[in-house]
């Protein structure tokens, strides 16, 4: 009765499930923030896209608790401290290969 377990073959499905930032975790996290912005509280709107923070810095931990939805202002900020923990490591893994 294999096919009782049929859909799930890998058992791996709740966290590749988060490993993208899909449609449906973003309209998540909207309806969580009341389609505003988590740190000014201005409204989105076609002219003011929702941003997403990764409160962990991790970008491939998408789940709806560790997200923030943020105006293109306040995620300035915060896309700085995402961008640099991404640069960083990859400076250093470069400069760990030229000292070699
Ligand atoms: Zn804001």
């Not at 058992?11 to 988590?38: F, P, W």
């Not at 997200?67 to 470069?94: D, H, M, Q």
Request: glycine share 8%; proline share 5%.
């Amino acid at each position: 009765m294999l096919s009782f377990f049929g859909g799930n073959p890998s058992g791996n499905v709740d966290k590749s499930k988060y490993e993208h930032l899909t449609m449906s975790i973003r309209q998540t996290v909207l309806e969580r923030a009341h389609r505003r912005c988590q740190e000014c509280s201005v409204k989105f709107s076609p002219s003011v896209h929702p941003n997403f923070e990764h409160i962990n810095g991790s970008l491939k931990d998408n789940r709806p608790i560790n997200l923030r939805a943020l105006c293109p202002e306040c995620f300035k900020s915060v896309a700085k401290k995402e961008n640099r923990k991404g640069i960083l490591g990859n400076i250093r893994y470069t400069i760990g290969g030229m000292l070699k």
